[in-house]
């Protein structure tokens, strides 16, 4: 059974710092790509940042500059680490674990509230 449990959500001012951790358990980690999506009510679910197996990174044009996402292989664990914080980055946060194996198997978190208040 997979497992993705987020946690470090929470209420932040405008300019402060949060870390959310993604703990997967049930997948094979050092073959999924791991990403973070964040989505508002009405809005659809963006991604946020991915990295890959190997370590190569992609993030959102919003974000760059002031997110930064790792893996850390020994933990099953991926991090955001989210600087200089902006109300508009107020949303949940899911972690996203995709396995291929034979197939693509897609699995979500529960998602987190960040909230930055101005």
């Known amino acids: 059974q997979v497992q993705l449990v987020e946690s470090g959500g929470g209420l932040v001012q405008a300019g402060g710092s949060l870390r959310l951790s993604c703990a997967a358990s049930?997948?094979?980690?050092?073959?999924?790509?791991m990403g973070w999506y964040r989505q508002n009510p009405g809005k659809q679910r963006e991604l946020v940042a991915g990295?890959?197996?190997?370590?190569?990174?992609n993030y959102a044009d919003s974000v760059k500059g002031r997110f930064t996402i790792a893996r850390d292989s020994a933990k099953n664990t991926v991090y955001l680490q989210m600087n200089s914080l902006k109300p508009e980055d107020t949303a949940v946060y899911y972690c996203?674990?995709?396995?291929?194996?034979?197939?693509?198997?897609?699995?979500w978190g529960q998602g987190t509230q960040v909230t930055v208040s101005s």
């Open positions: 049930g997948v094979n980690f050092a073959i999924t790509t």
């Open positions: 990295i890959t197996s190997g370590g190569v990174t």
């Open positions: 996203n674990a995709n396995e291929f194996v034979l197939k693509l198997n897609s699995y």
